[in-house]
């Protein structure tokens, strides 16, 4: 898992609750907590950080994970704007991720093991996306989703819909409002 | 805890993030560069290889303009519209274009105006169609205006989206001329074979006519409409002829090529001989499609052919009627001759005086010359047709050649030459399987030759055993003389029929030419060859081998018996014979020998004096008789039991063995050939008739004018007898050695002193002889063949007189 997705959550925990509590789920998650975006780290420790901050928060990990997508959807923008310059609304960009900017992805982090997204365009205002990753991480690609339509100031409703049940395959049905 | 130690421990995981990360870049950067070294590698290397390829393309394009260039074919490429891109050198040359003219032209310009309609068509079909590639042949038109026949290869493709053609032609004249030399030729040769009057026909594998050529139509009459598609053997030969032919097709249908006559009918009906040279014809793939027949009329050799078949089968049934002809010639002076011998050797018997002894003697031995010369004559075609065999029985060689010697030895003797038969490891028991006869007119043929020829000298024949082995005795048999000799240049036609070594020959020593030819061939039957050596003037030497499988002593009856001692004293026999002077000599022979004799003139007489019951003890058949013949009428006889196993006796003029055997199988029980001598006679009948003592004798005593002397005194006449018996001995003497000397006057003396002795007691010829000798004129040498004869009658006298 890249570095990248570690030191965002880091620093989102430490934006939305403080220094103590990223140094309680580090304990608690018994991880030693250092990590660099250019770093890639194994999977289940960003899955044991996430499930220390749900503990320390009472706050559910679904619902963690989709606000940690949007968290990192915001830092994607900052770090790489060149990524949005082509694209004119959520569905433009969100078409291209699968095709122009994981391509990107793989150039500048060779070792990143990236999910998969189909897009099919199922009327103008109507997309149907979707995942597709071992990870499992179908709430967190959510909050990303979510995050792109914030970027594009749209508002669309997101039907999810598990397609196996370990969550490897998830479904998006974007319709905008 | 409080919020310094936690800025605390954030910063020293900070810290700790940032030294990793400082790990991880110092060790992508050390790969970036490890990397960056092996891309400078590889790009060296890639240059490298660049460069190498591109060597490599330069030499393969240089080989190919090189290819291209020097190439004997026409190379030259052109763009989509047709003009004309690049010309190798050949392609100019041929052209005779420089590459100024011919680049930036369409291709047109080098294609013969006749042809330019079609090309273009053919290459937009190219074009359309987008065809890889084609060929087609057609004349080039070069700057001079000449034609130039190519065969041309069009390979279309596409580069950039344009479409380009690269042709190859080839100068393809040479074939074309060949081609149409080909078709001249073949025009010429069809013509030559209609020329010469050869009618050929073209037949498929199933012998249906494909094309019938004029002179094939002319021959038979049909028009070639009426012959195509039909099948040729239905069409053109007899039902009989047809079968000839599927056989002879088949044959063809192998791939042989045959000749054959055959007749073919016409569309008159008639027909025509034709010799067909038949030979199968193929397609490209070698199969055999069909054939052509090549006819030529020979009915006028064929016609020649019958003649000659005919002339042959003349000739042949001449040859054989030679042979009939000698057959009949032979029996027709057989006939009469058998009356001539037969009677003089009747009147031999007779009372006669010298000189008519001297005559009947003569008539004698021409007539044994004759016959000697018929059954030459007889021998030779015979053995010309091959059906000369010898007659193989058990023989004592040795007394065969005793009585060669003793046959010879006179002969040699009034020559004065010696004659001698020498033997060598042989004893007198030892017989032989051999034809005796046979052997014995050979070595008398020759023995006699050498006399013949020999003036002064000796005559020698000189038989050897040379060897025993499985059964056989191989012998040499030489004939050797000190006589005349034979030239060399004669030596081989000596043994020719009726050649002599000299024409003179015949003049100063006789003979008709024929014993050597039946010599050679009696001794090629027996096995060997006869042999001659020869120096003119010094002598000569025949001599062969052979060989005789040696055999048991065989007892035979002797059936010799001194005809002049016996008779068949009241015999009764029935004579058949048609030629009068016959019927007279046998009536006077069967007569002397106090037989029953009836004479009829054939066998339907022979039968009907059966038939009236008359008996006889034997019949003398001839065979050839008019009315019935003599094997009918013995046929009839056999088939009679009630004639019993009467012994019936062919004679037969007819000596060939076949005529016997149709004797023998027509039931009769002996042959006896014309003319027969009465010895043989009485022998034959000796054989089925025991013959009695005869009382019968030719005397030469008179004793009438002795008893008129003596008047009765028989005591007187005893001693006049013996006194004449004891001086007759000596004279017999006396005289004989006069005879040696020549001695005419003490002869004349001596026969005149004994001339009223033999008047008292001898028979009158005696006197007449003694009176004859007695003449003053004579000759000497007939005095002594008369005083020869004289002594052997007298003799005869003394013994009758002794035995009386």
């Known amino acids: 898992m890249n570095g990248v997705v570690f030191t965002e959550f880091i620093e989102m925990t430490e934006g939305e609750f403080g220094l103590q509590t990223v140094d309680n789920i580090i304990n608690r998650a018994g991880v030693e907590g250092i990590y660099t975006s250019i770093g890639t780290y194994p999977h289940e420790e960003i899955m044991s950080l996430v499930a220390a901050l749900s503990q320390e928060t009472e706050i559910e990990v679904s619902v963690l994970l989709e606000n940690f997508g949007g968290h990192m959807f915001k830092s994607f923008v900052r770090s790489y704007p060149s990524f949005f310059e082509d694209s004119k609304n959520s569905f433009e960009f969100l078409e291209n991720v699968e095709g122009y900017i994981h391509t990107k992805v793989i150039k500048i982090y060779p070792e990143a093991e990236l999910p998969t997204f189909e897009t099919v365009r199922l009327g103008p205002n109507k997309l149907e996306m979707r995942y597709q990753s071992d990870r499992r991480m179908g709430d967190f690609a959510l909050g990303l989703i979510q995050g792109c339509l914030d970027y594009f100031k749209e508002d669309a409703e997101i039907q999810k819909t598990l397609i196996d049940e370990k969550g490897s395959r998830v479904d998006f049905l974007i319709e905008l409002k | 805890m409080d919020e310094l130690e936690l800025i605390k421990r954030k910063l020293a995981r900070e810290i ?16 970036l560069f490890e990397l960056n070294q092996s891309l400078k590698e590889i790009n060296a290397s890639h240059q ?13 394009e240089k080989n190919y303009r090189n290819f291209i260039e020097n190439s004997n074919d026409i190379i030259y490429s052109t763009d989509e519209k047709g003009l004309i891109t690049y010309a190798n050198p050949q392609g100019l040359k041929l052209s005779g274009y420089g590459s ?16 330019f309609k079609k090309i273009k068509s053919f290459y937009r ?27 041309q290869t069009a390979d279309m493709s596409i580069v950039d989206g344009k479409s380009r053609f690269n042709f190859v032609a080839r100068d393809i004249s040479g074939r074309k001329k060949a081609e149409k030399a080909l078709l001249l030729s073949e025009d010429k040769y069809r013509s030559i074979i209609e020329n010469m009057e050869l009618g050929l026909l073209e037949i498929d594998r199933d ?15 049909y028009e070639s409409s009426e012959l195509e598609g039909k099948l040729a053997a239905e069409t053109l030969l007899s039902p009989e002829d047809v079968a000839k032919m599927n056989q002879r097709n088949s044959e063809r249908r192998h791939g042989e090529p045959g000749v054959y006559e055959t007749r073919i009918i016409k569309k008159d009906g008639t027909d025509v001989w034709v010799l067909i040279s038949g030979a199968p014809y193929y397609d490209e793939k070698n199969r055999m499609i069909g054939s052509v027949g090549i006819h030529l009329d020979i009915s006028h050799q064929k016609r020649l052919e019958e003649e000659l078949i005919q002339a042959k089968e003349i000739a042949e049934h001449s040859l054989e009627s030679k042979d009939l002809f000698l057959a009949n010639m032979s029996h027709e002076i057989r006939t009469p001759l058998n009356g001539v011998m037969g009677l003089t050797e009747v009147l031999l018997q007779s009372n006669l005086n010298g000189e008519q002894r001297n005559y009947l003697e003569t008539v004698m031995v021409s007539s044994k010359n004759l016959l000697f010369l018929i059954n030459g004559i007889l021998d030779l075609s015979k053995l010309s047709a091959g059906n000369l065999e010898l007659n193989i029985q058990p023989v004592e060689l040795i007394s065969e050649l005793i009585h060669i010697k003793n046959a010879f030895s006179l002969a040699a003797e009034k020559k004065g030459i010696a004659f001698d038969i020498k033997w060598h490891n042989m004893l007198e028991s030892e017989w032989y399987q051999l034809d005796a006869v046979r052997l014995n007119e050979t070595l008398t043929n020759l023995i006699g030759n ?11 024949l000189t038989v050897k055993k040379q060897l025993v082995e499985d059964g056989f005795a191989y012998f040499s048999f030489e004939v050797e003389d000190t006589g005349v000799g034979i030239p060399d240049e004669d030596v081989e036609r000596i043994f020719n029929r009726f050649e002599q070594a000299s024409n003179n020959d015949s003049l100063i020593y006789g003979g008709t030419g024929l014993g050597l030819a039946i010599s050679k061939k009696i001794v090629e039957l027996m096995g060997g060859k006869l042999n001659v050596i020869s120096s003119p003037g010094k002598g000569s030497k025949f001599f062969f081998e052979t060989k005789f499988p040696m055999t048991e002593k065989v007892e035979k009856p002797d059936n010799f018996v001194d005809a002049s001692n016996y008779a068949f004293e009241g015999v009764r026999i029935l004579v058949a014979e048609d030629v009068e002077i016959n019927q007279l000599l046998i009536k006077k022979i069967l007569g002397d020998w106090k037989c029953d004799v009836m004479i009829v ?21 001839d065979v050839r008789m008019p009315v019935m013949n003599g094997l009918e009428a013995t046929r009839y006889i056999r088939e009679n039991p009630a004639y019993g196993d009467m012994p019936i006796i062919a004679l037969t003029a007819n000596a060939i063995k076949e005529e016997i055997n149709k004797c023998l199988n027509a039931g009769m029980n002996g042959y006896l050939s014309k003319p027969y001598s009465q010895e043989q006679l009485f022998s034959k009948i000796a054989e089925f008739i025991r013959p009695s003592v005869s009382v019968q004798k030719q005397s030469f005593i008179d004793l009438d004018g002795l008893k008129a002397v003596t008047n009765g005194d028989l005591e007187f006449e005893e001693r006049m007898i013996s006194l004449f018996v004891e001086d007759s001995t000596t004279r017999i003497g006396q005289l004989e050695e006069c005879i040696s000397n020549m001695d005419d006057e003490r002869i004349m003396s001596i026969v005149h002193a004994m001339k009223p002795a033999v008047s008292y007691i001898c028979v009158d010829s005696l006197l007449e002889q003694v009176k004859e000798i007695e003449q003053g004129d004579l000759s000497s040498e007939k005095r002594m063949e008369l005083t020869s004869s ?15």
């Open chain 2, 207 to 221: 012998g249906k006519i494909l094309k019938a050529y004029p002179k094939f139509t002319k021959l038979t009459g």
């Open chain 2, 601 to 621: 003139e054939n066998g339907q007489e022979v039968l009907d004096v059966l038939l009236k019951k008359e008996v006889f003890d034997l019949i003398l058949m």
């Open chain 2, 790 to 804: 004289f002594l052997l009658q007298l003799r005869l006298v003394l013994d009758e007189l002794i035995n009386r």
């Open chain 2, 450 to 460: 050498a006399i013949k020829f020999t003036d002064e000298g000796k005559v020698s």
């Open chain 2, 16 to 31: 700790a993030a940032r030294k990793k990360a400082e790990e991880i870049l110092e060790e992508r950067s050390l790969k």
């Open chain 2, 48 to 60: 490298k290889l660049i460069y190498k390829r591109t060597i490599e393309i330069q030499e393969k």
């Open chain 2, 100 to 115: 100024d003219e011919l680049i930036g032209n369409n291709y047109s310009k080098l294609v013969s105006e006749r042809y």
């Open chain 2, 125 to 151: 079909t190219q074009f359309i169609k987008k065809i890889p590639s084609t060929y087609i042949e057609f004349p080039m038109i070069t700057k001079l205006g000449e034609e130039l026949w190519i065969a």
